[in-house]
């Protein structure tokens, strides 16, 4: 399915390339094809390439000089997309321990929606995420797919210091902290692996278009998984998913 | 090697950045004024992606274990080397045991030392520049000793030519592209952004500028998407804050202007009260 996308300059070196402003696979999938479309075909040009949502924004490492022939060779190359390809992604699962210990806002939780602990973990758990994009902090995975029972805003006073590895809900979405940071989600659990390696070659395991499931896991498993991640012999389970 | 003696206020290691890890959430860090710290690379004739030490509000006191040559560059921090007096733009050979002492910047806000060959600090997603969370430290700490490139200090010595002029940054123009959702302003605030002058409140780091006053403004957040240092957010409460080099790579205020690579540079020399215009290039 192609859309109707909008063009526009964004500063001196990048454009904005933006899709209808909503959540959706379809959109998803047509932005993934275009981004990979354009990094081969400009790959010498050390272009960087950031998608989102509903945007892909192409920054170049020069001054744009004619905006117009730029835009158009974006737009001749998204006539060029081949949209019947199958792409097929990974789904990760995500080990958490939804303990109290760390799960330190569960209670409020529970009773600001009805649910008990073991429902919400329930609820969060069963689903299967989506991987819209990486963004916020190194590692960030925005996750669609919350079950709308448990969407609820942010808590009006943000936890100062949330810790590496916490698994949070604001609003409609869901996500994990990939490094000790402040923050206005309600904390339901921790997961002991990193989301985020500066170090490793493949320095964030998700993508764009991945999938993630959440395995509820006890404080046991969740000690003996810490030491094996610190180990580095830690091999997260994943299988492919159409 | 450079001993750390004073770390100063702010002092990190930064060179033009990480630029090919955005889509992992990694931001772009880099010198906040790209033109001083490629001013201070040039007239050591060092490559522009050299790392620099940026120092910014007060600066740092350092002892060099070897001898080197150093260029400064940026806003004025009074640098003297072992108690005499050295200015900015200019080349200077350091010996083993030289003491370099800034103090608090006079005009500007960030002040780069390149040395001969460029900090050799450890490159991580291909880049020198602290970020914390890539590299194991934000900020320099007093007692780090920072690693040098060494060179051998017989033949040349000379002032490289550099075509770059001393970065003049007393001007209060920003010069800006409109952004992704400056459509959506009213007239009133368009008027506001261009007809009135702002100033740096007291929030401003390497990450963002807060300016004053704020604007009316009732346009509700956006989807989550792309930022670039140089973008301009309007907050639902009508903050404008202006991104820099540190900043995420998305976010979810309306983006109503993009400032001009070079006004970035401007930007990042100024700070508390002073005063910015936004002016419209196309």
Not at chain 1, 33 to 45: A, G, I, R
Not at chain 1, 194 to 200: A, Q, V, Y
Not at chain 2, 159 to 175: H, I
């Amino acid at each position: 399915m192609k859309f109707q996308l909008k063009y526009s300059r964004f500063g001196e070196r990048s454009i904005l390339i933006e899709w209808p402003s909503k959540i959706d696979e379809s959109i998803l999938s047509d932005i993934i094809n275009y981004k990979q479309y354009l990094q081969n075909k400009l790959v010498k040009l050390k272009v960087e390439i950031v998608s989102t949502y509903n945007s892909i924004l192409v920054s170049y490492n020069f001054t744009i000089e004619n905006i117009n022939d730029k835009i158009s060779d974006l737009k001749e190359a998204y006539l060029q997309i081949d949209t019947s390809k199958q792409r097929s992604s990974t789904l990760w699962e995500i080990p958490v321990c939804y303990h109290d210990e760390f799960g330190i806002d569960l209670e409020n939780l529970s009773s600001a929606k009805s649910l008990s602990k073991s429902e919400i973990i329930y609820l969060h758990s069963q689903q299967i995420y989506t991987v819209y994009f990486v963004g916020f902090l190194p590692g960030f995975l925005y996750l669609g797919g919350l079950d709308k029972s448990l969407h609820i805003n942010r808590k009006s006073t943000p936890h100062l210091n949330i810790k590496k590895g916490a698994v949070g809900i604001g609003g409609n979405q869901t996500g994990i902290y990939p490094q000790n940071s402040p923050g206005g989600w309600h904390i339901i659990g921790q997961s002991p692996i990193d989301f985020f390696d500066p170090k490793s070659d493949c320095i964030c395991f998700a993508k764009a278009g991945d999938k993630i499931r959440f395995k509820a896991i006890s404080k046991f498993e969740y000690l003996r998984i810490s030491e094996e991640v610190k180990q580095g012999i830690f091999k997260l389970k994943s299988s492919s998913y159409d | 090697m450079i001993k750390v003696l004073k770390a100063g206020i702010s002092s990190s290691i930064q060179d033009l950045g990480r630029t090919s890890f955005r889509e992992f959430g990694v931001p772009v860090a880099g010198s906040m004024d790209l033109y001083s710290s490629k001013l201070a690379n040039a007239l050591l004739g060092n490559a522009d992606s050299d790392a620099v030490l940026e120092m910014a509000l007060i600066g740092t006191k350092l002892q060099f274990l070897v001898p080197t040559q150093i260029a400064i560059t940026g806003a004025n921090m009074s640098p003297t080397l072992n108690g005499q007096a050295i200015a900015n733009n200019q080349l200077y050979a350091i010996e083993s045991e030289d003491i370099l002492t800034f103090s608090a910047s006079k005009n500007g806000l960030h002040t780069y030392l390149a040395v001969k060959g460029g900090f050799n600090t450890d490159v991580l997603l291909g880049s020198r520049s602290y970020y914390s969370g890539i590299t194991p430290q934000s900020v320099i700490k007093n007692g780090d000793v920072l690693k040098i490139y060494t060179f051998s200090t017989e033949g040349n010595f000379e002032k490289q030519y550099s075509k770059l002029k001393p970065f003049n940054f007393s001007s209060e123009v920003l010069n800006v592209f409109l952004g992704p959702e400056f459509s959506l302003l009213s007239t009133q605030q368009k008027d506001q952004l261009f007809n009135s002058s702002f100033k740096v409140s007291n929030l401003y780091n390497r990450m963002a500028y807060q300016l004053l006053p704020q604007i009316e403004n009732d346009l509700p957040s956006i989807l989550t998407g792309p930022v670039l240092p140089g973008t301009v957010q309007l907050t639902p409460s009508g903050g404008l804050i202006v991104l820099m080099r540190d900043c995420q790579t998305t976010g979810g205020y309306p983006r109503v202007l993009q400032l001009s690579e070079s006004s970035i540079n401007l930007l990042a020399q100024k700070k508390e009260n002073d005063t910015v215009v936004f002016n419209f290039i196309d």
